[in-house]
């Protein structure tokens, strides 16, 4: 079945910029039914979505991130990709990648990846 | 603030019957988009445990049942078990400022 690894720095300066990038396995980016997104949970704390992209690039940013969010699609390479700019403390959460289902729902995640922002 | 609200925290003995709530809006469930619940165990990444307000994933046991009505959506559990102990998260579509994917802030089921 589809599976979905993320990767990139567990650890980041605050003011930097955090990049992580998911591999799609067993399955293709490139469907037409799916779009793919980033959701994170700070510790202890809820989800929060970060984005969703369609494999030909459209976007969707959650509002109280858009400014400091980029997402991007490597089709040849099975993967998309979070930038998230300027990070601070409160950025510091697990990082997940998902599926998308047509319905709207989150059908495959990754398993995680902690990043810290701490200097 | 989530835009979808869940109580913080439910419990239920073995073998009983549990519900979670999900309120929210007419920008989001009361709009008519579907609500989907997901189930978090310690440690581990969040399962998709309903889509489409009713709707099992396979491989999902029927103990775990949803509903929508109006602008609210609840998960209900039967037949509680120890194995059910976890977080419990729903989410929706949302239209007011801008089109996005939302979560409620998420319900510790305690089995006693």
């Known amino acids: 079945q589809l599976q979905l690894q993320e990767s990139g720095p567990g650890l980041v300066k605050p003011s930097e910029t955090l990049s992580l990038t998911c591999t799609v396995s067993i399955g293709s980016i490139s469907s037409s039914s799916y779009y793919w997104g980033w959701i994170r949970q700070p510790p202890g704390k809820g989800l929060e979505w970060i984005g969703s992209?369609?494999?030909?690039?459209?976007?969707y940013y959650n509002p109280s991130l858009k400014s400091r969010v980029t997402m991007s699609v490597d089709t040849s390479k099975n993967q998309f990709s979070l930038r998230l700019n300027s990070v601070t403390a409160a950025d510091t959460a697990l990082y997940y990648c998902?599926?998308?289902?047509?319905?709207?729902?989150?059908?495959?995640w990754g398993q995680g990846a902690l990043v810290t922002v701490s200097s | 603030q989530s835009v979808l609200t869940q109580p913080p925290s439910v419990s239920g003995a073995p073998g009983q019957r549990v519900t979670i709530s999900c309120t929210g809006s007419s920008s989001n469930i009361g709009a008519g988009y579907d609500v989907h619940w997901y189930q978090q165990l310690p440690g581990t990444a969040p399962k998709l445990l309903i889509f489409?307000?009713?709707n099992r994933p396979s491989g999902v046991p029927d103990r775990f049942s949803g509903s929508k009505s109006g602008t609210s959506a609840s998960l209900a559990i039967t037949g509680l078990q120890a194995e059910d102990e976890a977080d419990y998260y729903c989410?929706?579509?949302?239209?007011?400022?801008?089109?996005?994917?939302?979560f409620g802030g998420g319900t510790k089921l305690t089995v006693l």
């Open positions: 992209i369609y494999y030909r690039g459209s976007t």
């Open positions: 998902a599926r998308v289902s047509f319905g709207g729902h989150f059908d495959y």
């Open positions: 489409g307000n009713s």
């Open positions: 989410q929706s579509y949302d239209s007011s400022l801008s089109d996005n994917w939302v």
